[in-house]
């Protein structure tokens, strides 16, 4: 059973800074792309950033400048730096990871349950 627990959301003011945490656990083999997703309110769910194995990011570009991917391949970590946050932020951002799983051949997706980031003043 592979699980990705997030953390760091909450609520900030404009301008401000939070960092997204995301762990992955279970039987992994190994992890090809770690990434960020998120979803606003009524809309469809969009990418952030993601990570490759080969340390190539890949940003929207709504948040290019101010939020930085960064992953920890040793821990199946990866973090989302966020900075200078606005309002439009604000959304449910759920954690993924490509990976191949133990004694096994084929690349299978894993979305994390999502943390909440709210973005007012």
């Known amino acids: 059973q592979v699980q990705l627990v997030e953390s760091g959301g909450g609520l900030v003011q404009p301008g401000g800074s939070l960092r997204l945490s995301c762990a992955a656990s279970g039987s992994i083999s190994s992890i090809y792309a770690m990434g960020w997703y998120r979803q606003a309110p009524g809309k469809q769910r969009e990418l952030v950033a993601t990570?490759?194995?080969?340390?190539?990011?890949n940003y929207a570009d709504s948040v290019k400048g101010r939020f930085t991917i960064s992953r920890d391949n040793a821990k199946n970590t990866v973090d989302l730096q966020m900075n200078r946050l606005k309002p439009e932020d604000t959304a449910v951002y759920y954690c993924?990871?490509?990976?191949?799983?133990?004694?096994?051949?084929?690349?299978?997706?894993?979305w994390g349950q999502g943390t909440q980031v709210t973005v007012s003043s």
């Open positions: 990570d490759t194995n080969g340390g190539s990011a």
């Open positions: 993924k990871i490509v990976y191949t799983g133990k004694g096994l051949t084929f690349r299978y997706d894993a």
